[in-house]
Each structure stands twice: as C-alpha cells, then as structure tokens.
C-alpha cells in the first residue's frame, strides 16, 4: 500500500510540473518556451522536427531536456546500483532528497525566466521515474505513460481472453 499511494503521489507530481512546463505559464511572453519534461517521446520527434527545420533554439531546448532526464537517471543508478526490486530501504532517502533539491532549483529557476527551469525539473523526474522503475523491476513508471498505456492494452485484452493472472499490475497502472 505504501508504493501505491507513493506512487500515486509521484505520478501526480511528474504529471504536474509536465503541464506546469508545457502550458506557457512559465514563460508568459513567449508562448513558443515551453517543454515536456517528463515523457521524452515527443521530444525526439520533436528534435527532428527541429533539425529539419532548422530551429536551433527549440533543438537545443529539446536536446537539453532529453540529456537532463537521462542524466537524472543516471544519478538514480549511480547512487543504487545494487538495487532490489520490491525491498524498500533506506539507500532510496538520499535519492529522493538530491530529486526533491534538483526540482527546487527548477522552481527558482522560474522565478528568473531562464530555461534552466526545464533542465532541472526534467532532471528530477528522471530521478523520481529512474528510482521508481528500478524499486517496481518497471511496474510503476511515474513521469511517462507510454508503456502505461501499452500494459493496460495488454492486460485488458488478456483478461478479455480469459487470463486474469496480470489484473493486480492492470488495476496498479490504471490508478497511476
């Protein structure tokens, strides 16, 4: 109960400062300065698009929000790299606080109307969605739903056929 209702939680806060950085809001004068910090998917596209077109600011953004997710991800497997599905322990603390400080400093990044502000929050929930994966051997991703979606297709459609042996992970990732 207490990874669900953790998960919840960190799934609820990725999906949060993902819209908070595609809405705009952030950079209320320049509609065009915003990006998925979250899902990365549309941002490889998206960085193709940008390629081809030749808009280097937007590339750059995209590039940079990709790199920041990854290497928040990295910090997760840097700090757990022994880490054991299912067993919940103290060695998580400290990634969580380097996770909680990095989205601080996308917060007052904000504030000065840089775009340091995606580079930060991205590299959060990289570490948020890195520790998550690792803990649940991938059942519970919090800041992206592409494989979400694919799982609750599956499993619907086995349950469908008759096997039920999966509808504990589908009634998990409905929730997220």
Same mark, same amino acid.
């Given at each position: 109960?207490?990874?669900?209702?953790? &998960? #919840?939680?960190?799934?609820?806060?990725?999906?949060?400062?993902?819209?908070?950085? #595609?809405?705009?809001?952030i950079?209320?004068?320049?509609?065009?300065?915003?990006?998925?910090?979250?899902?990365?998917?549309? !941002?490889?596209?998206?960085?193709? #698009?940008?390629? &081809? /077109?030749?808009?280097?600011?937007? !590339?750059?953004?995209a590039?940079?929000?990709?790199?920041?997710?990854?290497?928040?991800?990295?910090?997760?497997?840097?700090?757990?790299?022994?880490a +054991?599905?299912?067993?919940?322990?103290?060695?998580? &603390?400290?990634?969580?606080?380097?996770?909680?400080?990095?989205?601080?400093? &996308?917060?007052?990044?904000?504030?000065?109307?840089? =775009? =340091? /502000?995606?580079y930060?929050?991205?590299?959060?929930?990289?570490?948020q969605?890195? +520790?998550?994966?690792?803990?649940?051997?991938? !059942?519970?991703?919090?800041?992206? !739903?592409?494989?979400?979606?694919?799982?609750?297709? #599956?499993f619907?459609?086995?349950?469908? =056929?008759?096997n039920?042996?999966?509808?504990?992970?589908?009634y998990?990732?409905?929730?997220?």
């Amino acid at each position: 109960t207490f990874v669900l209702v953790t &998960g #919840l939680a960190l799934a609820f806060s990725a999906g949060y400062t993902n819209s908070v950085c #595609l809405s705009g809001f952030i950079h209320p004068n320049d509609r065009d300065v915003k990006s998925s910090v979250a899902g990365v998917t549309g !941002l490889y596209t998206g960085s193709a #698009l940008n390629l &081809g /077109e030749g808009d280097w600011d937007q !590339l750059a953004l995209a590039a940079g929000t990709i790199f920041s997710v990854m290497a928040g991800s990295c910090i997760s497997g840097l700090l757990n790299p022994y880490a +054991i599905a299912f067993s919940v322990g103290p060695r998580y &603390g400290p990634t969580f606080v380097i996770a909680s400080i990095v989205m601080t400093m &996308g917060a007052v990044a904000a504030l000065h109307n840089s =775009r =340091r /502000e995606f580079y930060f929050t991205a590299m959060a929930n990289g570490i948020q969605n890195g +520790i998550s994966s690792m803990y649940s051997a991938n !059942l519970i991703r919090t800041t992206h !739903l592409t494989g979400t979606t694919t799982d609750i297709g #599956l499993f619907i459609g086995m349950a469908v =056929r008759g096997n039920r042996s999966n509808n504990w992970k589908l009634y998990i990732l409905m929730s997220l």
